[in-house]
Every structure is written in structure tokens, then in C-alpha cells.
């Protein structure tokens, strides 16, 4: 970037909402430390099951390398909902009002937004896999299915974060937000496959996970970790982040608007 | 004030029942409201025809600066989801170059016009033009030429000063060095050179007040808007920011702000409104203002008490004379002369006769507080609710009991 280019102004927020995550380390360290935190005990203590016969029927061999995707897309939630208590931050502190009354483009606030939440996600990501190779994991598909992997759980990730962001504009506090966003995410995690593969899941809860895109992206992130590609489990997936996205994007925007009225 | 707690504490009874009336300006406020409309012709609001002709006919914008307006409302309203009316018609004209203050109680409908203004908030009712643009219409021309800070702080903590100042300097266009440049230009004029690298969130209130301030001024904005600038600020910082008001206005910047302190508002603008509940009571130039009200007061306690009804009948027919009023403290009346000091013998004369014994008399010269507290008929306060809590706590404490409420 020369020095007399007028910066864009997506990517001047987008700056700056990754330098208050830098300069702020443990609101990114601690959306990691809980699900390293799980990845580590969880694959100890499930670490039995690749061994069952039914675990071994579906083509895992690792139970480490199976639950990997779920942390990963877990630690990518948090943040989003960091995403949604920064909203309220700049609601609270003013912030937002001097962007608002600037001649810039209401998408711009957005769009530096979801820049800066990209590439935190991104590079939590990223930490969660290298962990998790130290710790033995390997990829079925190589570093291609996990920068897939990556790819699938950052889109997952910015979709959240519209509807963290939601909450947030809607809710106006930052308390509300944290409360019935942990309690969105969480259960988003646990109607997954997450823990347990998908065909062992009682009935019900399959139904329920074929609505929630966060199980999507875990199912196809455990094949890339587990068993290997398989074409039509990404097409499903993209088909759900972009029905997600449909839906919680225009709300978002619609709540942001609402905000100047 | 009291002479002794005995006293104070009878005619606080009595007055106290009589306190909300006002003697000298009947039906107060709606009609000065009506003046204030008439300044300001409310008919088709693009024809230019019209623009010209109110710049010749709004007596109260300065001469000097009639050639262009900065700010044009005519019958801004805005009723609020819910119901509630924060405005209910306010019109008024400012001046480019001017320093213009907005005063009124609090929930008077200030900050709402300010939002309005500024483009965060749509109005319901009537026109806004800011830079001569339209406000709902043209939001984006107007968030162009505007600079703006708000009752609360809008930077960044996690941001140095100087990246702040930067930041806004891409936010509003300029070019990357250029907002480096103006960054560096700004922490100079605003005297937060020796902070420029630390964190916003570390800085004193007063310093981000400052930096806030400055951040608005990135642009270059031809009209400023300013929400209550001083609040929070000690008496030197508000000073400093006065004088750098002044001097942007010298340079041609409009400024529009609201503020709570009175005696400074008086200083330093060039004419203030009084808003009360949604409606503009008056406008004018401070002075003006405050000629209207009288020349000076005289506040006066009572030996035995005395109502405003009582003290008003006695002094009917004194000359010089324009309006008593219940006083800042229960137990205090406050009477409005012509002047101050030839007042007093003739007010003293006519008391007397009529029984109604003096305990203390003071005399001074009329402010904007009088001005406020004629229009609004309130003591401009910070925290209305607080400040009555307290009060009433006090007047516990010290054996009174308030009556009416």
C-alpha cells in the first residue's frame, strides 16, 4: 500500500478490529483455551471408542482426529460471539455513532467486522490444528482437507458471528448477548455430531442436526480428519452455510439499520 | 437566604405551595414559542426564494454572517416508537461561522435534535438541513460536511491517540499519509503530543473528552455538533475547549452545541436557544436575552416568609418592577428589576408599607440562568431526580417537611 492510497474504509475497520484482538491477547486466548482445553481431556477420555467396532465400521481410526473439527468449530463460535459483545462495546462507548455519522457506507462497519472476525477465526484455527497434530492427530486428506476444514468452520464462523451480531444490535447489552448467545452456541455444539459420529446418534437428535449448519460443517470437517473427501457431504454443506448465511445476514443488516432510525 | 432555622423553615412551608407560579410573563413560554415560529416561515421547504428571504427577516442571526446558513429547521418533530414526543416543532436558523448553543432541561428534546441533525436519528415532522443539504434525504452529503461528538467518548480504547485521530482520517477519506499528517497536526492543537502513543482507554476522561474533540475535527467539518462538550471536564480543560470554539468560529466553522453551563454558554456563543419539553421557548443573543428578563434581581428573604402571590401584590405598581419569582431555595424570592441598584429603595419602601419585613436583600445583575429559569421556570440541573432526592433528604434532615411535590 503506497503511502498516498487512500486506504479502503473495510479494510481500515477491518484493521482495527484486529488490532483491539491483538492488543487485547486474552479475549483471543481464552475463545482457544476452553475447547483446547476439551480437545485434550475429551480425547483422552473417548480416546477408547475408535476402538469399537462401530467406530471403526464408519472408517475413523483416531478418535482425536474425529473430535478435532468439533473444537475447532467451537473456539470459531466463541469468537463470533466476541464479535457480537464488540458491537455493543462500540454501541456503548459511542463508537459506533461516530462511524455512523462518517460518509462512509453502512456495509463498510459490517464488512470490517466480518474482515477482522475472518482472521481471528483463521488463525485460532489454525493453532487448534497444529495442537492437535502435536498431539497426533494426522489428516486423512492432508493440509488440503485442513485448510478445507479451516475454510468450512471460518464461514461457519462469520455466519454466527451475523447472528451474534444481531443479538447484539437487537439486545443492546452486552450481558443479554453473552447469555443467549452461549446458550445458542452451546447448544449448536452439542445437536452436532461433535462428540459422537453422526450415524450412533439417536434418531431424534439426527433430525435435529440436519437444521443446524454447525453440524454440517463439524460431519465434514470429522470425514476430511477421519475418512477422507466426499463431494456430496461438501455440497450439503456449502447448500447450509449459504441458507444460514440467507437468512442471518439480511437480519443483521436489517437490525444495523434499525439502529439509524 | 434562611436567617435562622425557625423562619426558614415556616416560609419554606408557605412558599413552597405557591413556588410554580410566575408573575410578568403570562401564558410563559407558548407564545414566545409562536414568536420563534414566526422568525422562521414555515412554508415549501426548497424554495430558494424563501431561504433568502428569511435570511433578510430572522432578526435574531447577526447581520455579519446573514449570506449563508449552516443549520435550517422549520417545525422538527419527533414522536418517538412508543409514543413519546421528543419534539414538538422546533424551528431555528444558524448562521455559518456561528457559535450556537442549545440549552434546556434535561429530556427537552436536546440530544434528540442533535441526532437529527447528524443523521443517526430520522426525524418525524418537518425539515432539517444541515451545509443546506437534507438530513433524511441527503444523509450522506450532510454526514460530509459535519464533525460530530456525542455525550459519550467515541474512541477507540484499544487505539493509540495519534491511531484514533488516523482512523478517522480513513474513515472520512483522506489519504493514508494525510491522515498520519492530520493525526500529528490535531495531537499539536489539542495538546495530547506527550500521549500520542498511549492507549485511549488509559487516558484521564478529561484527555479523551479532548481527544474525542479532535477527532471530530479530522475532516475539517464545516458545521461542528457537539453534545454537551464539557461535561466532565475541569475548569480548565472547559476553558481551553471554550477558546478553541471560539477560534474555529473566527475560522468560519459552525458550531452547534448543548451544554449545561449557563454562565459559559453565555460567554461564548453568539446566541443560544432554550428548549423546553419538545418546544423552543426562545432565541437569541445572550445579551439580548438577558435584557429581556430584566437588567438585574433582587432576591430577597422574609422575617415571617412571604408567599410570591404576596409579594407580588405589594409591589404592583413599583416601578422598574417586571416579576417576582419563588427563588433557588424555597424560602428566597427572586424579584426581576430594570436596575438592580435603583430598584431597592422604592421595593424596600413598598414592602414595608404593605408589613411584609425583610430579613436580607440582594442585588445582581441578571444572567442566563434567569433567562433559563424564566423560560423554563426550573433550575437548570444536572441530575433533576438526584438533586430532588437530595434535597428532600436535607430538608429531613433538618426537621422541614416539603409540602406538594
Known sequence: MGPDMRLPVPAALGARNVTRNLRTPMLVTASLLQPVILLVIFSQIFRGLADTPAFQRLGYTSYLAFFVPGMVVLSMLFTALQSGMATVTDIDTGMLDKLLTSPIERSSILLGRVIADAVTMLSQGAVMLVIAVLMGARPQTGWLGAISLLGYATALGVVWAGLANLLALRLRSSELTMVVGQFLTLSALFLTPAFFPKPLLPGWLQTVAMGNPAAYVIETGQRLMGIGNDWGQDLRTLIALGVAALILVPAAVAAFRARTT | ?405
Open chain 2, 1 to 405: 437566604m434562611a436567617v435562622d432555622g425557625q423562619a426558614a423553615g415556616h416560609d419554606l412551608r408557605r412558599t413552597a405551595q405557591a413556588a410554580p407560579v410566575a408573575y410578568g410573563a403570562p401564558g410563559s413560554g407558548d407564545h414566545l414559542a409562536d414568536a420563534a415560529a414566526d422568525m422562521v416561515p414555515g412554508e415549501h421547504p426548497r424554495r430558494p426564494d424563501r431561504v433568502a428571504r428569511r435570511r433578510a427577516e430572522d432578526p435574531t442571526i447577526t447581520a455579519a454572517s446573514r449570506d449563508g446558513l449552516a443549520i435550517e429547521v422549520e417545525d422538527l418533530g419527533k414522536v418517538y416508537r412508543g409514543g413519546k414526543t421528543a419534539l414538538a416543532g422546533v424551528s431555528f436558523a444558524v448562521a455559518q461561522g456561528e457559535i450556537f448553543g442549545f440549552l434546556g432541561p434535561n429530556g427537552s428534546g436536546k440530544t434528540t435534535t442533535v441526532r437529527i441533525l447528524v443523521t443517526l436519528l430520522r426525524k418525524t415532522r418537518g425539515a432539517a438541513r444541515v451545509g443546506g443539504f437534507d438530513t433524511d434525504r441527503e444523509p450522506h452529503r450532510v454526514r460530509q460536511v459535519i464533525g460530530y461528538a456525542g455525550q459519550s467518548v467515541g474512541v477507540d480504547d484499544d487505539l493509540t491517540a495519534s491511531e484514533n485521530l488516523a482512523m478517522s482520517g480513513f474513515v472520512h477519506g483522506l489519504r493514508y499519509d494525510r491522515s498520519w499528517r492530520r493525526s500529528a497536526e490535531l495531537l499539536e492543537a489539542f495538546s495530547l503530543g506527550d500521549v500520542a502513543k498511549v492507549r485511549a482507554g488509559r487516558l484521564s476522561g478529561g484527555l479523551r473528552r479532548r481527544l474525542d474533540l479532535a477527532q471530530a475535527l479530522v475532516s475539517r467539518p464545516s458545521v461542528l455538533f457537539l453534545d454537551e462538550p464539557t461535561t466532565g471536564l475541569d475548569p480548565q480543560s472547559r476553558n481551553a475547549l471554550w477558546a478553541q470554539l471560539r477560534e474555529l468560529g473566527r475560522q468560519g466553522t459552525t458550531v452547534f452545541l448543548t451544554t449545561q453551563y449557563l454562565e459559559e454558554a453565555d460567554r461564548a456563543c453568539d446566541r443560544v436557544a432554550i428548549l423546553d419539553d419538545g418546544r423552543l421557548v426562545t432565541v437569541g443573543t445572550p445579551q439580548a436575552l438577558k435584557q429581556e428578563v430584566g437588567g438585574g434581581r433582587l432576591t430577597l428573604t422574609f422575617v415571617d416568609g412571604a408567599s410570591v402571590d404576596l409579594v407580588a401584590r405589594a409591589l404592583a405598581f413599583c416601578p422598574g418592577v417586571t416579576r417576582v419569582q419563588s427563588g433557588p431555595s424555597g424560602d428566597a424570592l427572586v424579584v426581576y428589576v430594570d436596575d438592580a441598584r435603583a430598584s431597592v429603595p422604592p421595593v424596600l419602601r413598598l414592602l414595608e408599607a404593605d408589613g411584609i419585613q425583610v430579613a436580607s436583600i440582594e442585588q445582581a445583575q441578571a444572567s442566563l440562568d434567569d433567562v433559563f429559569l424564566r423560560y423554563t421556570g426550573e433550575r437548570p440541573r444536572t441530575e433533576a431526580r438526584v438533586e430532588g432526592a437530595v434535597s428532600s433528604m436535607f430538608g429531613a434532615a433538618h426537621g422541614r417537611r416539603r409540602h406538594g411535590s
